[in-house]
Every structure is written in structure tokens, then in C-alpha cells.
T-cell receptor
Framework: SQKIEQNSEALNIQEGKTATLTCNYT??????LQWYRQDPGRGPVFLLL?????KEKRKERLKVTFDTTLKQSLFHITASQPADSATYLC??????????FGTGTRLTVIP | NAGVTQTPKFRVLKTGQSMTLLCAQD?????MYWYRQDPGMGLRLIHY???????AKGEVPDGYNVSRLKKQNFLLGLESAAPSQTSVYFC???????????FGPGTRLTVL
């Protein structure tokens, strides 16, 4: 069956450190992978998109990698801040143009 | 621009009652989506639309109907609500199928 797993339900990290979140998938052939941020009581907000032929994408303190051999994407937040505390969702866009979301990782940055 | 708006924000229904959730977007997007979000399940696609007058089933369409009579609006209907439909419902829109999706603030629905 198709599955998207995000490494852990919750991740705590000290302010200033780099947070690394993992998204693993099985039985998908994604054309794109997206990362979203969701704050409590709000809808997800788009952060980054990476295509299957791209290895890495950066935006300010954010970096995403995409390894189609390992079937894995890593999402990094460098110099993390308490304001980065949120749930982060990965989403796969398959060739059939369907979007499938992971269950998310709740990140807490401790001052 | 308001982006994507949803009404209502909260609703409590009794089993068997019906209701319609309204989603509106002012970005002239062709694509619109309805998701439900449940603890431990992530966001799951209920129905989507690729343009005015079109609708298609997503991953979990049973028990729901949708309509897209106007490009800016996407309605989600529950004809006979069941407790299993207790969830947070999100609407989203995008320019194309691979573009960023813009989400509304969500509707929290409880079915007793």
C-alpha cells in the first residue's frame, strides 16, 4: 500500500540548532514534493517545492533535499527560533496530479 | 485579497442532519479542493475540482457531495451526517495541479 511517513510525531530542539525533519514514502512515484507549515487552528501554509530532478532547494533558513533512490526528503531549518515551532507537513504530487500529505511532525524550538 | 475563506468556522450536528460548507477564493484559481484532517491520519482529499462546473473524487469521497457552480466557490455537502465525519475540514485552491495550494482557516465539525 502507499504510505508517507514523517520521522516522528514530535521533535524538540534547542534554539539556534538545526532542525531536521524526515519524509519517507513507499509505493509512490512523486513528480514533486512540497513542504507546508501548519500552526494550531490554522490551515497549512506552503513553504517549498522540490522537483524529482532537483537534489536540493533553499529558501532563507530552509533547505529541502529530495532523494528518489532512497524515497526520502529531508527538511532543514538552520538557526532555529521559537517562532519556528509548528507542525510541518510533507506532501507528494504524483504524476497523476494528486497530492498526498504525510501526518506531520510537530516541532518545538526551546528557548 | 482575502485569499481562501471558509464558512462556518464551527458547527455541531446531530447524526442524520445535513449541512453545506462554503469555500470561496478570490485568486481566480482553477483548482479547488476539500480535505479533512484527523489526528494521526493527516490531510486526506475528499473531492476536488479542476474548473467551474467540474468535480472529481479524491481519496475519501463517501458520504460527501460537492458542487462548483461558480469559479470562486466550492461547496461541500453532507447529506446525512455521521459521527465518523467529525473532523476539521480544509478548503484549498491552486492555479494548477502542481502549484502551491492556498488553504482556508478550516471548519471544525462535530457530529453527535
Amino acid at each position: 500500500s502507499q504510505k508517507i511517513e514523517q520521522n516522528s510525531e514530535a521533535l524538540n530542539i534547542q534554539e539556534g540548532k538545526t532542525a531536521t525533519l524526515t519524509c519517507n514514502y513507499t509505493n509512490y512515484s512523486p513528480a514533486y514534493l512540497q513542504w507546508y507549515r501548519q500552526d494550531p487552528g490554522r490551515g497549512p501554509v506552503f513553504l517549498l517545492l522540490i522537483r524529482e530532478n532537483e537534489k536540493e532547494k533553499r529558501k532563507e533558513r530552509l533547505k529541502v533535499t529530495f532523494d528518489t533512490t532512497l524515497k526520502q526528503s529531508l527538511f532543514h531549518i538552520t538557526a532555529s527560533q521559537p517562532a519556528d515551532s509548528a507542525t510541518y507537513l510533507c506532501a507528494l504530487v504524483t504524476g497523476a496530479n494528486n497530492l498526498f500529505f504525510g501526518t506531520g511532525t510537530r516541532l518545538t524550538v526551546i528557548p | 485579497n482575502a485569499g481562501v475563506t471558509q464558512t462556518p468556522k464551527f458547527r455541531v450536528l446531530k447524526t442524520g442532519q445535513s449541512m453545506t460548507l462554503l469555500c470561496a477564493q478570490d485568486m481566480n484559481h482553477e483548482y479547488m479542493y476539500w480535505y479533512r484532517q484527523d489526528p494521526g491520519m493527516g490531510l486526506r482529499l475528499i473531492h476536488y475540482s479542476v474548473g467551474e462546473g467540474t468535480t472529481a473524487k479524491g481519496e475519501v469521497p463517501d458520504g460527501y457531495n460537492v458542487s462548483r457552480l461558480k469559479k470562486q466557490n466550492f461547496l461541500l455537502g453532507l447529506e446525512s451526517a455521521a459521527p465518523s465525519q467529525t473532523s476539521v475540514y480544509f478548503c484549498a485552491s491552486s492555479y494548477s495541479s502542481v502549484d502551491t495550494q492556498y488553504f482556508g482557516p478550516g471548519t471544525r465539525l462535530t457530529v453527535l
